[in-house]
């Protein structure tokens, strides 16, 4: 029997906690999907991601015809040059001479440098950089990219190599420049292209900056939470470290000591990768995108330069 009296209002418990407790639920699982979901596509479909992170990998930007002069950006004594890949893909870049020397035997010294710049924006934005190395008494090539500045085509990593193959056959065939007195410097995913030449061509000297090991292995760093065989694609790789036992070259790897994009552990598996002779350095106070603005680094350069002469350190036939 009740023990309410007929016509008394039924209390009813508040549902409120348990709406509550539901939205809070299938917020948890939404994160949850949110983080899982890539990782189970990308243990399915590794290729597949790397070709939804081609995106993230280059970030090319275009030259008019007036930016792609290199007068335009204080380069007075530069000049524009055209070059074919082995393809046929037509890529544009800039040549700019030695304006002074700081080497006192120049019959000794390394002669040229082919600057690789990173994943984003174009030859412009490096202008500066060229300038300071032409008065290292170097000359320089930059040249950018299929699919950046005024160069044609799309960006791919064979691309790219390829790309890097094509700038060191202009400075050995047509400038005469050489391999024993031939530099090649990468910077970023530029590290990668370096790298490659390196490893397939004679050059006296290799500098890496702000380099990583891998893109998976970049990636992996920065995706933790995600399976490892979400990362085991096989296109736009960048594997610099598998490539540094090819090289025989010296090599300087740099990095800011306040690189917020690449870990420190990738920059410094380079290193312990790559044969002796080496150098590493880390300059305080850098990030990714200042490193070339510091004195600390040129200091550094200069010092790996004129340390030993480019024909002495490797003979090249």
Known sequence: MSDKADGDPVEVAPEAPKSRLTRT????????AGLLLPGLIGMAFPDLVARLARPMIFYPERLSEREADPAFWGLAAA???FLDSEEGVRLHGWWIPASRSEVPDESEACEAVI????NAGNIASRAPIAARL???GLGVLLVDYRGYGRS???PSEEGLYADGRAAYRHLVDVKKVSPARLVVIGNSLGAAVATNVASELPVARLVLTGA???VPSLARSIYWWMPGRAFGWSINRFDSESRLADVTAPVLVGRGESDRLIPRAETRALYEAASEP???FEVAGADHNDLWWTGELWSQLA???AGERCAELQEVT
Do not use: M, Q, T
């Open 303 to 305: 010092g790996f330069l």
């Open 115 to 118: 600057f690789f710049h990173g």
């Open 152 to 154: 044609e085509g799309s």
């Open 278 to 280: 080496k150098r590493w």
């Open 25 to 32: 639920a299938r917020l948890l699982l939404a994160i949850l």
């Open 79 to 81: 000049e524009s040059v």
């Open 134 to 136: 032409a008065d290292l």
């Open 212 to 214: 990583f090991r891998s």
